[in-house]
Structures are given as structure tokens and as C-alpha cells.
């Protein structure tokens, strides 16, 4: 089993500060974080796809910050969450990262409570475009 810091460090050098940051972006709260032993001690393999989805998010989101990336590139966040969690965690997301260019592909049927937190919106249906929402923020 990976060690939950180490797995979202990646090699690289970061604080725990930056851990607990993105931990917060993508809701794992301390008491799902003590669940899972903290963030120093092995995973456990009966996470949920939901979890599993969310550490992955995380591990992405510490390179990011380290690296500094301009472009983030987030595909199918919402799967295996709940609708809140998924709205949350873009909020999260697009709050912590508003000086970055951030594409994101997203199932929520819940995008027009979002207007305001993209400035351009996408409706794809069966590789076809909808609708472009523009200046949505």
C-alpha cells in the first residue's frame, strides 16, 4: 500500500501545509482523513471509488501548485461523488486556482447553479456541440 503523503508528494518535495490545502480543495475532511489513518500511514485498500477519485484529484492538484502549472486539465471530476461534493470541490478548485486556465469535463447536471464560476461553458452531447454559453461569470 502507498502512504497517503508520500503517494501525493510524488517524489517531489512539498510541505504539509500544500497537503492539507489540497486535501481541503477536494473535500477530505480530518475525519475521513483519521479514517484513513492520517496522512502518514498506509492506505487502506477498501477506499471508495469516490476516495480513490478524490487522493487522485489531490496528487494532481500538489503538482500543479509545485510546479506552478498555468493549465490545469480536470476530466470527469465528478465521478463517483455525490452532486454536492462535485459542485463543491469545482468551487474549491476554480477558487484556489483563478489565475490559472482551468478545462474542465464535468457530468453535473447542475452547471447552471455554477454560472458565474466559469466564463465559458461547453454543452457537448454525443460529440456534438449544443450550446456555448459565453461570459458566464
Known amino acids: 500500500s502507498d502512504v497517503c503523503s508520500s503517494d501525493l508528494r510524488a517524489g517531489m518535495t512539498v ?8 486535501l481541503n480543495i477536494v473535500c477530505i475532511r480530518d475525519r475521513e482523513l483519521e479514517g484513513f489513518g492520517g496522512i502518514d500511514t498506509p492506505l487502506k ?3 471508495s471509488q469516490g476516495q480513490k477519485l478524490r487522493l487522485s484529484l489531490a496528487t494532481m492538484l500538489v503538482r500543479a501548485i ?11 471530476i465528478d465521478q463517483n461523488v455525490s452532486e454536492d461534493m462535485a459542485r463543491s470541490i469545482l468551487i474549491n478548485i476554480l477558487t484556489r486556482f483563478s489565475d490559472k486556465t482551468i478545462m474542465c469535463i464535468v457530468h453535473l447536471k447542475c452547471l447552471q447553479e455554477l454560472q458565474g464560476v466559469y466564463n465559458k ?4 452531447s454525443e460529440g456534438v456541440i449544443k450550446d456555448v454559453s ?3 461569470v
Do not use: F, H
Open 66 to 76: 509545485v510546479n506552478e502549472s498555468d493549465l490545469i486539465i480536470l476530466d470527469e
Open 134 to 136: 459565453c461570459d458566464l
Open 15 to 22: 510541505s504539509d501545509n500544500i497537503i492539507y490545502e489540497v
Open 121 to 124: 461553458v461547453l454543452d457537448i
Open 45 to 47: 485498500d477498501n477506499l
